[in-house]
């Protein structure tokens, strides 16, 4: 060691690294890393778990009962922080690591950004096989960590040393680029990391990363301008871009100087308040009315920094005018060419404001204005009857939803949710209020993030009130970060919805001709069916937790729940079947070609017809 270096091992010097990572925030400069999640186990709690013992007081370590949960949780909080900040996630080399590669995948695929951290192999080899070793007698680099290479941005594994700090500032770049962001994996084999080695003292600098925002290329701008100069009746369709590039505010002015329509994905649900003239909705398979009705009469699509998934387009259904037109406005090339169009690479907020000049002093015409904003009165006419109370004892989820609205929504409301039925209909009826008052994690769709999602949410935004819905579903899948909300004394109101399984999938079982099989409790393979007293298990971990048996009960019981300091959970009773008619679009999903039962071979007959719709388009 000299004055230059300092002797570290590598598990010390990489929890020194991550305490020297900055982000600016609302003025203020702050850590980028959120903390560490971590499960030890052997592959992890000697080499790192010593080290982030070494730097507690500079970056806190949380301990999560389940890794994929805490993975979840980490997903969230860099969703809640629009990818300004996120957290780092350990586990040890075998089944815990494996658990986070869903988590994995699930950030790949929403672009969010979390430092995975799983214990390997050893580097020497010389105790092989370790103790939840992967063996591959043809191939003797295999290591269960492989499985992170299709979902993460950047992959590494640690073997020497050294290479912790090229693989830390790769890291760090993806991590913080706006094109590139996701998911990055650095497996430590468990030798290394406690490995010694004279590291620069230059390597721990202090460093603030400011966001990239990419300002358009002079030929796409013109191009995309002289676009929407010739459409007349153009269609902005916002996704999660517009979040994450802080571009609400110049979305705004964009649709208003130029009287542009404004639909919203799942991930750009909230770009917009609910209450904007111009804001149409949720758009898509399980869009508003006005929006839907919109973008299949538009002859041109500004899509806004969105991945245009099936449920976006209606598997391309819905945006199939002959004639039609995108322009793909994206930070990453292979969004911004989607269906073919136009790109426009920029960043959102800049590229708005940029494109906003360029089109000097454009405005639609034919009364496009009008037409969305009375579309959308008889959207909300329809929204309001979905969700008006009702004493029927098994209420619909529009009509739960309609009450935790009516209880607790507002500007410091995060509405979060992921996979089921309760998403389309969220979608469909939330109004947000402000940027980020909807998470929904419907990338990846992932059953059982809610729970573990709202704990993300909340510690990246602890100043605002995080109500989690969920399924009943999805709440047996995943439920444990439950107790590590009330270990943390972290505030969340979650709303369970009991329709006896899965009740989505049955629905979509029974539209694509399916007999009633395995989807909701009472169609499974079975001996008894026992109840489950979910306000129960709930309180078991520390939960303040009732079930109600109504919409008044539940109005009541979440206004109650604003008192409290701690996590309450409210348990509902739902109906499996009802959903709300209003709105949607077909989805493409294959139905069989050959069966011996009617109701599948009547489905098929209008699938095919629902494909040649679109092959026509």
Excluded at 268 to 290: C, D, E, F, I, Q
Excluded at 443 to 468: H, N, R
Aim: aromatic share 6%; proline share 5%; with cysteine.
């Amino acid at each position: 060691m000299s004055a230059t270096t300092v002797r570290l091992t590598m598990a010390q010097a990489l929890a020194r690294f991550l305490t020297k990572q900055f982000v600016i925030e609302d003025g203020r400069r702050v850590p980028i890393f959120g903390g560490v999640f971590a499960i030890f186990g052997h592959g992890n709690v000697a080499g790192l778990g010593e080290a982030l013992y070494g730097v507690r007081d500079e970056i806190t370590t949380y301990r999560a009962q389940n890794e994929q949960g805490m993975a979840n949780a980490a997903v969230a909080f860099a969703k809640a922080s629009f990818r300004r900040r996120f957290m780092a996630c350990t586990t040890s080399i075998g089944p815990g690591a494996l658990n986070m590669v869903t988590s994995a995948a699930l950030a790949h695929a929403n672009r969010l950004p979390v430092l995975f951290l799983p214990g390997d192999v050893f580097a020497n080899r010389l105790p092989d096989p370790v103790l939840q070793q992967i063996e591959d007698w043809g191939d003797g680099t295999m290591s269960a960590t492989d499985c992170f290479k299709p979902v993460s941005r950047y992959f590494d594994r640690i073997a020497r040393p050294e290479q912790i700090m090229p693989a830390l500032r790769r890291a760090m770049q993806v991590l913080t680029d706006p094109a590139e962001c996701g998911p990055v994996t650095l497996a430590l084999c468990q030798d290394v990391q406690a490995e010694a080695y004279d590291y620069p003292l230059s390597f721990f600098a202090e460093k603030v990363w400011e966001p990239r925002r990419i300002r358009p290329d002079e030929d796409e701008l013109a191009r995309a301008a002289a676009l929407i100069k010739d459409a007349k009746r153009p269609l902005i369709v916002a996704g999660g871009g517009v979040l994450y590039s802080g571009a609400s505010d110049a979305l705004a002015r964009f649709a208003e100087a130029h009287g542009v329509p404004v639909a919203e994905t799942h991930g750009g649900k909230s770009a917009l308040p609910h209450g904007h003239r111009l804001n149409m909705g949720a758009v898509g398979v399980t869009g508003s009315s006005a929006s839907n009705a919109l973008a299949a009469d538009a002859d041109l699509i500004l899509a806004v920094g969105t991945r245009l998934a099936d449920f976006t387009t209606g598997s391309w259904d819905l945006l199939r005018k002959p004639g039609h037109k995108t322009v793909g406005l994206n930070v990453q090339p292979f969004d911004a060419g989607k269906n073919g169009g136009e790109t426009l690479v920029t960043d959102a907020r800049v590229g708005l404001d940029v494109l906003s000049a360029a089109l000097d002093g454009y405005s639609t015409g034919d009364g496009w204005t009008e037409k969305a904003e009375a579309l959308k009165r008889e959207w909300m006419a329809a929204a309001d009857a979905a969700t008006a109370p009702t004493n029927a004892p098994a209420p619909s989820d529009a009509q739960v939803i309609g009450a935790v609205q009516r209880a607790l929504g507002g500007p410091e409301t995060i509405l979060l949710c992921a996979a089921g039925g309760l998403p389309g209909e969220l979608h469909k009826l939330w109004q947000a209020e402000r940027p980020g008052g909807y998470h929904m994690e419907y990338g990846f769709s992932t059953m059982g993030y809610e729970i573990a999602g709202g704990l993300g949410a909340k510690l990246a935004k602890p100043a605002q009130d995080v109500v989690v819905m969920v399924g009943d579903g999805s709440y047996l899948m995943l439920n444990s970060e439950l107790y590590s909300a009330v270990m943390l004394g972290v505030k969340l109101t979650v709303v369970l919805l009991d329709n006896g399984g899965y009740g989505c999938i049955n629905r979509l079982q029974m539209a694509c001709g399916g007999a009633n099989f395995n989807n909701l409790l009472s169609d499974t393979t079975h001996v008894e069916l026992p109840p489950i007293d979910f306000a129960a298990h709930a309180a078991s971990m520390g939960v303040k937790a009732e079930k109600v048996a109504s919409i008044s009960e539940l109005e009541e019981a979440l206004k109650r729940s604003k008192a409290e300091t701690g996590t309450t959970l409210v348990v509902i009773d739902t109906d499996p079947l009802a959903t709300t008619e209003a709105g949607g679009n077909w989805w493409d999903v294959a139905v069989p070609e050959v069966s011996d039962r009617e109701a599948v071979r009547s489905a098929r007959a209008a699938y095919d017809t629902a494909l040649a719709r679109r092959t026509a388009g």
